[in-house]
């Protein structure tokens, strides 16, 4: 038991090395025409250096926060006002979606094509198929990159049990709980599923999540990249790798939001009920709202 307590402290104070080295030796792992440069990259993303690291950069915001709740405001409102801004964008994603799906059936029914071709000069030219295999990448982007921006909103579906008839600040209790033991543990765990998941449809020889540093420098003489491009179909899309790529977003969005939600919730259980929805950037259907509460 001691000797766990001792790692852990030791690699909290590892951590502001660790830190200060790669940004001070940046070639090492952003220099990707070095084949060793990419397997560090690769290792680091999912390493115990970066968890701590992350995870020293929380304590030390944290700890700078309580002293100062005006600084702690400025974080939860940039990782909000973050959240927001990519929901927002991508959630355009869905009006493309619905209408490259008209598209597709005038194009099949009505003119009888068997491809759709874009362009001016150089034409973009793919078979039906293509594109509407295509439309679940745009449900892709919806669901992963939205997904935090509606939780800011509100938005996400909640079964009050409990929550609705308790105190203000009991429900930030609750809040700081969750987000601590549900919220951070999960998107940890989808990044390093998904981080190793996603290299592993980049490049060959394969990086395994078991893999130290050490053997993944050996297997970079023989690296080489491998984008995947396989389609479910013989014309269909092909470019499933970008799934894996949304996957890792998702995880490191859900994350920082974690980190958002729970200094949320600590500043408003300590400055009180006044504070509730503080600094909140939440989208509004204008005058008369209300009557849309509960249909969206």
């Known amino acids: 038991m001691l000797d766990a307590i001792l790692w852990f402290i030791q690699n909290i104070g590892l ?15 952003l220099d990707w025409s070095n ?3 990419i397997m560090r990259f690769v290792y680091y993303g999912g390493s115990v250096e970066l968890f701590f690291v992350v995870f020293t ?13 005006g600084f702690l405001w400025g974080v939860v409102r940039v990782l909000e006002g973050f959240a927001n801004t990519v929901g927002r964008f991508f959630a355009w994603a869905g009006l493309i979606m619905v209408i490259q799906q008209i598209i597709i059936i005038f194009i099949q029914r009505i003119f009888a094509r068997p491809d ?6 150089i034409p973009l030219e ?34 009050d049990l409990v929550y609705s008839a308790i105190s203000h600040r009991a429900k930030r209790v609750i809040d700081m709980t969750g ?35 050490d053997r993944l420098l050996m297997k970079s003489r023989a690296l080489r990249w491998n984008v995947e491009t396989i389609g479910f179909s013989p014309n269909g899309f092909n470019g ?28 408003e259980w300590r400055e009180g009920e006044a504070s509730a929805n503080k600094y909140l950037d939440k989208d509004s259907l204008g005058e008369g709202e209300e009557a849309y509460e509960g249909t969206h």
């Open 15 to 29: 951590a502001f090395y660790n830190f200060g080295y790669a940004l001070t030796h940046p070639s090492l792992w």
């Open 35 to 37: 084949k060793e440069a």
């Open 57 to 69: 950069a929380f304590l030390v915001i944290t700890g700078i926060g309580m002293w100062k709740t």
């Open 116 to 121: 759709i071709v874009f362009g001016f000069g």
């Open 126 to 159: 793919f078979d039906i198929s293509w594109y509407a295999e295509e439309l679940k990448l745009y449900n892709a982007l919806v669901v992963t990159l939205c997904c935090t921006y509606t939780f800011v909103q509100g938005g996400h579906v909640r079964v």
């Open 179 to 213: 987000s601590l033991i549900f919220m951070m543990p999960m998107a940890v765990l989808t990044w390093m599923y998904g981080w190793y998941f996603m290299w592993r449809h980049l490049i060959v020889p394969k990086p395994s999540a078991s893999d130290g540093l």
């Open 240 to 267: 499933y790798f970008l799934f894996k790529i949304l996957l890792v977003a998702f995880a490191g969005m859900v994350f920082l939001h974690a980190v958002a939600f729970f200094y949320r919730s600590y500043l």
